[in-house]
């Protein structure tokens, strides 16, 4: 089964005076299971690719089919509604809300479930053995800034899991922590792909990059090349 497939995407910003082609024709396959790590230098792309392919964003032209699907065929609502319900994403600056505590940041995206409706006693559950999960049972009320920045980024990607996401997006997951902790953080993500989740990460990394099953290299918008670069 495939997870998403690119056919030669474009993403320009057209900035008025000159264009900016930040995706200029890539084409991929990811299939289930698969856990990539996109490279590449600053600019190269990399965050754009996982913006469209996490449905944050629309090509300027090409296709990408999504879970079997054709996202140029979907509306902004059907497109949301996939997102919500089959994808969850980590950032490089774990995007938590302070004043929040860890359970209420992990419930986050119950907020945004169709209907919308309240938190229920399942709910509570389920966002209690997310945090036991990720190693924070014991800091359930804790605000992120009582909390390490490795334990900052457990509880985005216990919200990650929330509504038990088919697939995981994570742009630069251990990019703002030290190496110890970014072992601990690629841990968790590693068994989440070996329990059958797909996982897209970027990173500038190769220690890091090396622990995904794939690599890929973006320069100036394009694949420029797979696998492991040393040198
Ligand atoms: N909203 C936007 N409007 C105009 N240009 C943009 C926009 N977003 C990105 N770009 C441009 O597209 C190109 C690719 O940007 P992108 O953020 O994908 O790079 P990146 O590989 O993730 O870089 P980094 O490693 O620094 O995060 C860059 O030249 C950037 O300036
Ligand atoms: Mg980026």
């Known amino acids: 089964m495939l997870t998403a497939r690119l056919i030669n995407l474009h993403k320009h910003y057209d900035l008025g005076s000159f264009v900016v082609k930040a995706l200029n024709g890539v084409s991929l396959d990811i299939p289930e299971g698969d856990f990539l790590a996109i490279m590449g230098s600053s600019g190269s792309g990399k965050s754009t690719l996982l913006n469209l392919l996490g449905g944050l964003d629309r090509p300027t032209s090409g296709q990408y089919i999504l879970c079997g699907q054709d996202v140029a065929q979907m509306t902004d609502d059907e497109l949301s509604a996939i997102r919500n319900s089959r994808i969850g994403f980590i950032f490089q600056s774990f995007n938590l809300i302070p004043q929040y505590t860890v359970v209420e ?88 792909n070996a329990e059958g989740r797909t996982i897209i990460m970027v990173t500038h990394e190769d220690e890091i990059a090396e622990q995904a099953k794939r690599q890929i290299h973006m320069k100036d918008g394009l694949i420029a090349g797979e696998g492991i670069f040393r040198g």
Do not use: W
């Open 105 to 192: 940041n992990i419930q986050v995206p119950f907020h945004y479930r169709p209907g919308y409706p309240p938190i229920s006693p399942l709910d509570e559950a389920r966002s209690i053995e997310l945090a036991e999960q990720v190693g924070l049972g014991d800091r359930l009320d804790h605000r992120p800034f009582q909390l390490s920045g490795g334990q900052q980024q457990r509880v985005a990607i216990a919200r990650a899991l929330v509504n038990d996401p088919a697939i995981i997006m994570a742009d630069e997951p251990t990019g703002n922590l030290d190496s110890q902790t970014s072992i601990e953080i690629m841990r968790i993500l590693k068994k989440l």
